[in-house]
């Protein structure tokens, strides 16, 4: 069982920024790979930002240079460091994780958090 709590999300103004955590809870786990995922009403959700435990790195192209995706693998904490930040980066923003149950024989499952809305005005 694992459980995912987002906090950080808010309002900025076009060319702040915001700093999203993402905390993942429980216990017979282990994190193989976490990353940030965005929707807006009306749109499919989109990959914004991967991190492996390894620490290899993947973003959308409509973020590189601006965001900023890290973890602490001792915490199981993801976090995304939004700078530059732009009206089409308003979004509902879920923390995923991919993790390995360990209470038994060895199986993955992915884990969605609830949400954190990040609004960007003009």
């Known amino acids: 069982q694992v459980q995912l709590m987002e906090s950080g999300g808010g309002l900025v103004q076009a060319g702040g920024s915001l700093r999203l955590s993402c905390a993942a809870s429980?216990?017979?786990?282990?994190?193989?790979?976490m990353g940030w995922y965005r929707q807006a009403p009306g749109n499919q959700r989109e990959m914004v930002a991967t991190?492996?435990?390894?620490?290899?790195?993947n973003y959308a192209d409509s973020v590189k240079g601006r965001f900023t995706i890290s973890r602490d693998n001792a915490k199981n904490t993801m976090y995304l460091q939004m700078n530059s930040l732009k009206p089409e980066d308003t979004s509902v923003y879920y923390c995923?994780?991919?993790?390995?149950?360990?209470?038994?024989?060895?199986?993955?499952?992915?884990?969605w958090g609830q949400g954190t809305q990040v609004t960007v005005s003009s």
């Open positions: 995923n994780t991919i993790a390995t149950m360990t209470g038994g024989v060895y199986y993955q499952r992915i884990y």
């Open positions: 429980g216990s017979g786990f282990v994190i193989n790979s």
């Open positions: 991190i492996t435990r390894g620490g290899s790195l």
